[in-house]
């Protein structure tokens, strides 16, 4: 997070992360999760942060987060996240990595959906492209993927409130 607090607690310059197995249709939920929090961040922004992407604090991700049957694990890894433009890399611990390229217009500049109904992020340009390279396992989620030259689709989006 760029920047932000959850109940006064300051939770700029943290991340989370999931590895998440979806068994068939996507709201049908029984997702099998597995949560990662930055290594850097301290017990009580894992806290605040875990209370938000758990659904306890209300609001748009605790709908997301009930479609969640199972939180199978709770991690502090070091994650980075370098995505612009659709260009960059992601690293969950071991646990997952991914390397992105936009796919490029005739001009030479990344791609960009707005205002279209394959943006997943209201307001956002998403930008689409090919994951070089996607690997993510977690066998207590069921979570087994080493990809390459799949579809990505790389947005930003903030929470108000």
Same mark, same amino acid.
């Given at each position: 997070? *760029?920047?932000?607090? @959850?109940?006064?607690?300051?939770? &700029?310059?943290?991340?989370?992360?999931?590895?998440?197995? %979806?068994?068939? =249709?996507?709201?049908?939920?029984?997702?099998?999760?597995? @949560? $990662?929090? =930055? *290594?850097?961040?301290?017990?009580?922004?894992? *806290? &605040?942060?875990?209370?938000? $992407?758990? !659904?306890?604090?209300?609001?748009?991700?605790?709908?997301?987060?009930?479609? %969640?049957?199972?939180?199978?694990?709770?991690?502090?890894?070091? %994650?980075?996240?370098?995505?612009?433009?659709?260009?960059?890399?992601?690293?969950?611990?071991?646990?997952?990595?991914? *390397?992105?390229?936009?796919?490029?217009? &005739?001009?030479?500049?990344?791609?960009?959906?707005?205002? #279209?109904?394959? #943006?997943? %992020?209201?307001?956002?340009?998403? $930008?689409?492209?090919?994951?070089? /390279?996607?690997?993510?396992?977690? &066998?207590?989620?069921?979570?087994?993927?080493?990809?390459?030259?799949?579809?990505?689709?790389? !947005? /930003?989006?903030?929470?108000?409130?």
């Amino acid at each position: 997070m *760029d920047k932000g607090a @959850i109940e006064g607690v300051d939770v &700029a310059g943290c991340t989370v992360a999931g590895l998440v197995n %979806i068994p068939g =249709n996507v709201l049908k939920g029984n997702w099998k999760a597995a @949560i $990662y929090v =930055n *290594d850097g961040a301290s017990v009580a922004q894992k *806290d &605040a942060l875990l209370k938000v $992407y758990t !659904g306890k604090l209300g609001g748009p991700v605790a709908e997301l987060a009930s479609l %969640i049957g199972e939180v199978v694990g709770v991690e502090s890894v070091p %994650i980075t996240f370098t995505v612009k433009g659709g260009k960059g890399a992601v690293r969950i611990g071991s646990a997952a990595e991914a *390397d992105v390229e936009p796919f490029l217009g &005739a001009h030479g500049e990344p791609t960009e959906l707005s205002h #279209s109904v394959f #943006s997943t %992020i209201p307001g956002s340009p998403a $930008y689409v492209g090919s994951s070089q /390279h996607f690997r993510a396992r977690h &066998a207590g989620a069921g979570v087994n993927v080493d990809v390459r030259g799949r579809n990505s689709v790389q !947005g /930003h989006f903030r929470f108000v409130g």
